[in-house]
């Protein structure tokens, strides 16, 4: 069974810098594409990024060139390097395997305020 465990959230002012990290057991890591989901207060949880097994990436359109997923198959950790961050990136984010799409972990709170 897939776990996984989200952690770096916190509280940053705009413009500022975070970087996720999501520990992943439980399955062959390296076979797995993975997903960086948000869901903020009101609204439905969204993808904002995707990595391949090959590494290939794909962003949204609101965090294309401030965001940056990467995985470490070594660490079975997938990343999300967050720059420039807006209020409007405020939520609780979530990573996800593409393969077990009913496993989520707890997420992690990043709250983008002054």
């Known amino acids: 069974q897939v776990q996984l465990v989200e952690s770096g959230g916190g509280l940053v002012q705009p413009g500022g810098s975070l970087r996720l990290s999501c520990v992943v057991s439980g399955t062959f890591f390296r076979l797995h594409p993975f997903g960086w989901y948000r869901q903020a207060p009101g609204k439905q949880r969204e993808l904002v990024a995707s990595?391949?097994?090959?590494?290939?990436?794909n962003y949204a359109d609101s965090v294309k060139g401030r965001f940056t997923i990467s995985r470490d198959n070594a660490k079975n950790t997938v990343f999300l390097q967050m720059n420039t961050l807006e209020p409007a990136d405020t939520a609780v984010y979530y990573c996800r395997s593409e393969l077990a799409r009913g496993a989520w972990g707890q997420g992690t709170q990043v709250t983008v305020s002054s």
């Open positions: 990595i391949g097994i090959d590494g290939n990436t």
